[in-house]
Structure formats: structure tokens, C-alpha cells
């Protein structure tokens, strides 16, 4: 009688046992999985992260994707253009060549509309083209310039690869204007041009874009990896990926980081493993696209306190890109820090200079956070692979401490 007894008591204990295993596996299975935020003001790198985790941890880009960047990267290349134009134009610099005043010419004329032929309709709605006016579209340049052609922001990332790349393949870039960009490049005046690049905007890829516009040009072009982590879209909304790094299972979110985008961030919020914040280091010298007046290294700072102070992220490590290094060091010697930032007194020197902005966002870290540091260049797909070899130990060690191992 006393095993009729026993019978049920141990089922329910084998089945109290099952469940107990279940949350254990599931509670493993949660510290395994990291949220990582990637937050910073526009143009400060993020989703040129994404782009390297893709390149990294999940294989590269498929022939179609590469496709798909097609109108990004010709759109990229005929603003960049026209903004140089504009440049010489508000400057009152002329080209040195003759020939390359009707090179100026054309280039003001092309639209890159027209090269997409019935493509257009196909590639606006895939990518989410979105128009944006003169006004708003530069900031170095004289707002509502009535010769600026109206531009298009490509959103970032495309809903339909494949589809996009269809449609792509439709669209050419005119051998004319490849060629008459490529002569304008060329031109003797342009080193004298770029001496007063704090005076006008112009994306950070323009000269990669300009160096290779021939072979961008060729009918048969089609996107390397090297390409689309210069080719510059609006992102929107918030862009999620997953990967596996090592042990770790990724969720990633970018977010887009103009002043408009930002009100998006707070659904991302809940049990945020870590925030990647970029910061352009370059950007000292410039202002927001989306407000004039603005300095982008001030409305970083502001931003970044804003996030390491706030209440949602007190128990979130915060991993700190200065990123752009490349164009950071190339631009020091030419456009003095201590211009826009007069207490700044190390020169030339980049370590420096890196230092003293670092300095700049610790100061703001009142809620006393382990910030972690690295010096960033997101085009470059070795350093992110090394900088992220540090990023993952970094989420391991805090995991462990959260844990109480350590």
C-alpha cells in the first residue's frame, strides 16, 4: 500500500525536477543572449558597425546584397560631386582646367532620378527613398541654395535584397559623368579646395567615391564589401541583427541618430546588456545636418550624457567608439582642435588630441560608470574584428561579476 502511496509523490516530483531543469536551461540561455545598443548622433559610424558584424559574423554579403547598394553608392558619388561644385562656387575658386568648368557644369545638370529609368519607381519604394529639400539637406553650405538639385535619402537597411537588386541591375551611372568627376577630382585647384573643407560639408567617403569612380562608372559595376562600408544612407526606425560571437548570442539594434530618430530609442531600453556608443572624432569642426548652429562633437557630448546618466542603463556596461580615426588623424593637422575647443592646448599631436576629447566625455560621467574606450575606424574590417576580440571580453567579465563569480 505504501508504494501506491509513493507512486504519485514521485511523479510529481520528476515532473517538479523537469520544470526545474527547463528554468535552468532557459536562465543559462538568457545570460547567454546580450543586448547590445548601438547608440551616437548621426553620421558617427553605427551602422557601419552593423556592416562589419554582417561581414564578420555572418558570412559577408550575397551577391544580391552587394547589388542592392547600387543607387546608394551612385547617389553618394553625384552629391559628393555636386557639394564640391558648391564649395568652389561659395569659396569663389574656379577650377585650374578650363574643360573642367564644363565638367562642373554637367555635374550640376546630372540628376540620378533620370539614370533610373523604370527602375525608379521599384528602387524608391524597396529602399524607402525619401526626399529631402535644399534647406535641409547641407550645413556648410549656404541653406536653400537654389542650384543644389533636390536630393533623395536612401533609408538604410533595403526591406527586399533581392528585389532591390533587380532593379539595381537596371540602373547605370553615365560614363560622362563618371569621367567628368574624374577629371574634376583631378584638378590642381582641389588640394587648395580642401584647405578650407571646415567651410563646407562633405560626406567622409567623398574622396574614396571620387578615387574609384570609374570603376563605379563601368556598366558592369557591381558593389564590393569595401564600397558599402563607405556608402552613406539615412538610417530609420531601429535595425536589429543576430549573431553568435564565440559563446555569445548577439541581438544588436542600431538606431538612427538624428534629433527625429531618437524618440524611437526608448523601446530598446529593457534589459540592455551594453551600449556601443560612436562618437565621430573627426567631427569636431562640423555641425549637425539637422540643425545648423550646432557643433556635432558638443551635441555628442550632451547626447552621451543624456544616456550614460539616465536611470534605464545604471547596471549597462557602456563600451565608448572613437571612431573615424583615420579621417581624425588626417584632419588635425590641417583644422586646429583648439579652434572649436579653446581649452585644448596638445597641437597637432593625435594622442593627444584623442586623449582630450576622451577627457571630454569621462567629465560627464556623473554616475561614476565603467566606460571602456577604443579608438575606432569602422571602415576598417581588421580593427573592428580586433576591437570586438575586446568588446566581447568585456561583456564576459561583467556578466561573471553580475553572476558573482567574480
Not at 196 to 216: C, G, K, N, W
Amino acid at each position: 500500500m505504501g508504494g501506491c502511496v509513493s507512486s504519485p509523490g514521485k511523479a510529481e516530483r520528476e515532473r517538479s525536477e523537469a520544470i526545474d531543469r527547463r528554468i535552468e536551461e532557459d536562465s543559462r540561455q538568457f545570460k547567454k543572449e546580450c543586448k547590445i545598443l548601438l547608440l551616437g548622433s548621426g553620421e558617427s559610424g553605427k551602422s557601419t558597425i552593423v556592416k562589419q558584424m554582417k561581414i564578420i559574423h555572418q558570412n559577408g554579403y550575397t551577391s544580391d546584397e552587394l547589388l542592392s547598394f547600387r543607387p546608394t553608392i551612385f547617389r553618394n558619388l553625384v552629391d559628393s560631386a555636386q557639394d564640391i561644385v558648391l564649395a568652389m562656387r561659395k569659396l569663389g575658386i574656379d577650377p585650374a582646367l578650363p574643360e573642367n568648368r564644363q565638367n562642373a557644369e554637367k555635374i550640376m545638370d546630372y540628376r540620378v532620378e533620370e539614370s533610373l529609368g523604370g527602375a525608379q519607381a521599384a528602387v524608391g519604394a524597396l529602399l524607402g527613398d525619401q526626399p529631402l529639400r535644399n534647406k535641409e539637406s547641407k550645413t556648410g553650405i549656404a541653406n536653400g541654395d537654389s542650384d543644389r538639385p533636390e536630393q533623395h535619402h536612401i533609408v538604410y537597411p533595403p526591406r527586399d535584397y533581392s528585389g532591390t537588386a533587380s532593379a539595381s541591375k537596371k540602373i547605370v551611372l553615365n560614363e560622362e559623368i563618371a569621367q567628368a568627376i574624374h577629371a574634376l577630382w583631378a584638378d590642381p585647384i582641389i588640394s587648395q579646395l580642401m584647405d578650407h573643407s571646415s567651410d563646407f560639408y562633405l560626406m567622409d567617403s567623398a574622396p574614396y567615391f571620387f578615387s574609384e569612380v570609374l570603376r563605379i562608372g563601368a556598366p558592369d559595376y557591381i558593389p564590393n564589401e569595401a564600397d558599402i562600408l563607405r556608402a552613406r544612407a539615412k538610417s530609420s526606425g531601429i535595425a536589429e541583427t543576430r549573431f553568435n560571437m564565440g559563446q555569445l548570442s548577439i541581438h544588436m539594434f542600431d538606431v538612427g541618430g538624428q534629433r527625429s530618430e531618437r524618440r524611437k530609442w526608448i523601446h530598446c531600453f529593457e534589459a540592455v546588456t551594453s551600449i556601443i556608443f560612436c562618437v565621430a572624432l573627426s567631427e569636431y569642426d562640423q555641425v549637425l545636418l539637422e540643425a545648423a548652429g550646432q557643433n556635432r562633437m558638443l551635441e555628442s557630448l550632451v547626447l552621451f550624457e543624456s544616456v550614460i546618466n539616465s536611470r534605464w542603463f545604471s547596471r549597462t556596461s557602456i563600451i565608448l567608439f572613437l571612431n573615424k580615426i583615420d579621417v581624425f588623424k588626417a584632419k588635425l593637422p590641417k583644422v586646429a582642435l583648439e579652434k572649436y575647443f579653446a581649452d585644448y592646448a596638445g597641437g597637432a599631436d593625435v594622442n593627444k588630441a584623442a586623449k582630450y576629447i576622451l577627457w571630454r566625455f569621462m567629465q560627464v560621467n556623473r554616475a561614476r560608470l565603467s566606460i571602456y574606450p577604443h579608438l575606432t575606424q569602422a571602415t576598417d574590417t581588421g580593427n573592428i574584428r580586433l576591437v570586438f576580440a575586446a568588446v566581447k571580453e568585456t561583456i564576459l567579465q561583467n556578466a561573471l561579476k553580475d553572476s558573482g563569480i567574480l
